[in-house]
């Protein structure tokens, strides 16, 4: 009797085959110095590889750039890093993520605004925290962790938010890809 190949779950159907990135137009408030800022925005092309539609998250949830190595890492999820050292989060807010839904053996486009800056947290004097604010430039590569599920994720009327907060980790699976970037043309 002939065996029955295996099929992965729905989530790790998800295949992500490339990201570009490219200049948007600048942003209409003013930096100081009186210059204004240029913010970019990450193409990343996926594919549901599977029989089942899912639902892609789209929304930034967090990000990290070194400037060393032109690498910049994109959370398209909730499984994101804990805070720093010394910081406590007292509230929580989660908020829906934007999804996008790739039907079955079908490809999209995500479009991921990335910010002009980094606020990094540096060693200061006194009570509080002290920030530089470093410009995100020379993007070389991304580091992509992407979630997405077979049901779209929506918001619940009287859900706590620690209640949304388990909701949304345990949606769907997680992808990772490591990819060098293409520089697309205005």
């Not at 996926?46 to 032109?70: F, I, K, M």
Request: hydrophobic share 35%; net charge positive.
């Amino acid at each position: 009797m002939p065996t029955k190949k295996s099929r992965p779950p729905n989530g790790k159907n998800l295949k992500i085959h490339g990201a570009s990135i490219r200049h948007t137009s600048a942003l209409s408030e003013a930096q100081p110095g009186g210059g204004s800022a240029e913010r970019m925005m990450l193409s990343v092309e996926v594919e549901n590889a599977g029989d089942t539609p899912l639902h892609v998250w789209a929304s930034r949830r967090a990000y990290e750039y070194d400037s060393a190595t032109g690498l910049l890492t994109l959370y398209l999820t909730d499984h994101v890093p804990g805070p720093p050292p010394g910081i406590k989060i007292i509230s929580v807010h989660p908020r829906t993520p934007k999804q996008v839904e790739v039907s079955p053996h079908g490809n999209a486009t995500l479009n991921v605004p990335v910010p002009a800056v980094i606020r990094r947290r540096v060693p200061g004097s006194g009570r509080g925290m002290s920030f530089v604010e470093d410009p995100i430039q020379h993007i070389n590569q991304v580091d992509l962790r992407i979630q997405s599920g077979t049901e779209p994720l929506r918001y619940v009327v009287g859900e706590s938010a620690v209640e949304t907060c388990e909701r949304f980790k345990a949606h769907g699976d997680v992808v990772r890809a490591s990819i060098t970037l293409t520089q697309a043309k205005e």
